[in-house]
């Protein structure tokens, strides 16, 4: 019988056996007993690289009073580069160029600042931003060897060798390699955030950069704001990378340093609620060919809350298309010199504080604001200006109001006085000062006999300027005062306090002395009394609702981030009440009479809804001989019996109130409608 297992061939198995596991454990005790574990686990790190990646949360929702939505998040990816990792390599130059070439070919924009053209000859950039020319005398002052006068092309010479770009690189592709390394290295001597080549990118070129595993180049998620509206874009606001001034601030409730953030209007008033909080990711890769060896995820992140604005998206639409209506009239009967250069509607509710709409013209495309933004600042009529809570103004006759409550209040003139207007007013006449009033100018002659209703119907210059001379301006300042013109409103977008008529002022702002001229003609809004539109509103709607001066907001609720509960709810807070409220009733009469036969009656008389108003007409400065182009300023409130809310319009250039209260109409029109709700396509955009 034949027998398969030989005892030789077993015994030689075993052998063999025995030297491999002699071997292994010989291995395995020089490891543990040498500790050459830390120069193995050393070698390994040496080939990998793990970077700690910040997950962002996606950034809450905007939202109108009646749920519409605003402006919302979706996600996106970026190109960035690693500075650190490709300034180890020897091929940076030849990744570079890979890059960008496959952005070309693939006609995806990419982040190339670097203010010398494309091509030979090089030459600066003609219209470089004040942003450029600022990095690039940065980039001279850092390399001490550069002269700044040098001309772009020594300049590239430089920049060829410095960065070790390889003289058989022609030319052009010397200029892509140079713009990104200039990128990264502008960014590094400023402490600026870190470079992202291109931003929200496809997922076809995505792929190519994934396939193409360039090291150094990675892909990292990011969030885009979608604009559903192309209105309300001063209050809305914007987002961007933090400042080096934001970080210190931010740091501390925990924001990374690439983190993206408010930086005007709702985006930055609520951005603790819509920021959400960052999740954190560990990745690791090959130092060789950039392969993701490993991906731990420590922390998602979770999102941010929803904003609901107390606007009103539908009449926010309706301010500015009929302010932007309006002015477009206006200019087009007018030379380039003398068109309107500006103008704010603000909206609000009497009983509340609640703003409704806040318009400010000119206006711009939020949705691509990165885009235009140097557009922007080189506008000379700087439509990035809020104008309707930045915007300072001469009231004009709206301020009339205030001077005939003081008088009342202060026992100057009760509801029945008379004061005869002879259309020249010639106390100080000695003293070459003799106003007049608006009439005598067109007729020669004053409104003879008013009271202050009368005199508020007929805007009469002469009838304020006794009061003033009588009360004296402390006595207007402090009732302005309790109206709260010349101080904030509260609202929580950034917005200016305004100035206020007193001697004291006068000094400290302008260095002169306050004379009686001075009170006469500040008790029709002129001199230095400059307010912005969202506190003309705030005033007309404290005299609507009987003195109660409220906190503007522009805040409905918060809900959280799945919608399913309400997080907060902003009480409305009252400022302060007005003293001599009770005389108010007869403001209110006066100027119930302004919109039914008086200075408005031509839009209101007939008006289905009474409304209670004041025109405005500040008087501009005369130049080259041409005459005056006043701006117009309008305030006004509906119900007149029964308030709801209040409008304050400013047109500059827009000669004055009587010319510009078409929009208050349009407003109410949208209003007081039996109107079906805001029809919404399904990305929420409005449709007409």
Not at 223 to 239: F, S
Not at 285 to 294: E, I, P, Q, Y
Not at 401 to 420: H, R
Request: charged share 20%; aromatic share 10%.
């Amino acid at each position: 019988m034949v027998k398969f297992y030989k005892p030789a061939r077993i015994a030689a198995l075993f052998i063999v056996i025995g030297l491999l596991a002699a071997i292994y454990m010989l291995a395995l005790y020089r490891l543990q007993l040498f500790d050459t574990s830390a120069d193995a686990y050393a070698a390994l790190a040496r080939e990998t690289t793990t970077q700690e990646v910040t997950l962002a949360a996606d950034r809450g929702d905007i939202l109108d009073r009646n749920g519409v939505v605003l402006v919302s998040t979706r996600a996106a990816y970026n190109i960035t580069l690693s500075r650190d990792k490709l300034l180890k390599r020897d091929d940076i130059n030849e990744i570079i160029l890979k890059l960008v070439h496959t952005a070309i070919d693939n006609g995806v924009s990419y982040t190339d600042t670097f203010p010398v053209t494309s091509g030979a000859p090089f030459a600066y950039l003609s219209d470089m931003t004040s942003s450029q020319r600022n990095l690039l005398n940065t980039y001279f002052d850092y390399f001490e060897e550069l002269d700044p006068s040098m001309s772009a092309s020594d300049l590239i010479v430089w920049m060829k060798k410095h960065y070790g770009i390889d003289y058989t690189t022609n030319i052009s592709d010397a200029r892509l390699i140079i713009g990104v390394r200039y990128e990264m290295e502008i960014r590094a001597i400023v402490s600026m955030n870190p470079y992202v080549f291109a931003s929200d990118v496809s997922s076809d070129f995505l792929s190519l950069i994934k396939e193409a595993q360039l090291p150094g180049v990675n892909v990292e998620p990011s969030a885009v704001r979608v604009y559903h509206t192309p209105y309300a874009a001063h209050l809305l606001g914007h987002i961007g990378k933090m400042t080096k001034e934001q970080y210190e601030k931010y740091k501390e409730l925990g924001y990374s340093y690439n983190s993206i953030v408010g930086q005007s209007g709702v985006e930055l008033a609520f951005e603790e609620y819509l920021h959400g909080t960052d999740g954190v990711q560990y990745v690791t890769t090959s130092d060789k060919d950039g392969t993701v060896l490993d991906v731990y995820t420590e922390k998602n992140p979770t999102p941010g809350q929803n904003v609901f604005l107390s606007i009103d998206i539908g009449l926010q639409a309706v301010c500015e298309n009929s302010l932007a209506a309006k002015i477009d009239l206006i200019n087009s009967e007018r030379e380039e010199e003398d068109r309107v250069t500006g103008g704010a509607v603000v909206v609000t509710d009497v009983n509340t504080g609640e703003v409704l709409a806040l318009c400010s013209y000119p206006s711009y495309d939020l949705a691509n604001y990165s885009k235009i933004i140097g557009d922007l600042l080189n506008n000379k009529n700087t439509p990035l200006v809020n104008r309707a809570t930045s915007g300072l103004y001469n009231p004009g006759s709206t301020f009339k109001m205030i001077t005939a409550l003081a008088g009342l209040k202060n026992g100057v003139i009760t509801p029945s006085t008379l004061i005869n207007d002879t259309g020249v007013f010639t106390k100080y006449a000695d003293s070459d000062f003799k106003p007049v009033c608006w009439i005598y100018s067109n007729t020669g002659h004053g409104h003879g006999p008013e009271n202050v209703v009368t005199a508020l119907r007929d805007s009469c210059n002469y009838f304020f300027y006794q009061v003033a001379d009588t009360l004296g301006i402390n006595k207007i300042s402090e009732t302005a005062a309790d109206f709260g013109l010349g101080s904030k409103t509260g609202i929580e977008l950034s917005e200016k306090a305004g100035v206020l008529a007193t001697p004291a002022n006068k000094e400290e702002l302008f260095g002169q002395v306050w004379y009686s001229a001075n009170t006469i003609i500040s008790a029709i809004g002129q001199d230095i009394n400059y307010f912005t539109p969202i506190q003309l509103a705030n005033y007309v709607a404290t005299i609507a609702n009987g003195g109660t001066r409220y906190s503007m907001t522009i805040l409905n609720h918060i809900r959280s981030a799945d919608y399913t509960s309400v997080v907060y709810t902003p009480e409305h807070k009252v400022l302060g009440q007005v003293a001599g409220s009770e005389y108010l009733r007869v403001i209110q009469e006066g100027m119930k009479l302004v919109a039914s036969d008086g200075t408005a009656k031509s839009v209101f008389k007939n008006y289905p809804i009474p409304v209670a108003a004041k025109t405005g007409t500040v008087q501009s400065v005369h130049t080259l001989g041409k005459a005056a182009l006043n701006t117009g300023v309008f305030v006004c409130y509906a119900p007149a019996d029964n308030p709801e809310i209040a409008i304050s319009l400013v047109v500059e250039k827009g000669t004055s109130g009587s010319t510009i209260m078409e929009i208050a109409r349009d407003i109410m029109d949208y209003y007081f409608a039996d109107k079906p709700a805001v029809t919404v396509a399904e990305d929420n955009t409005l449709l007409p």
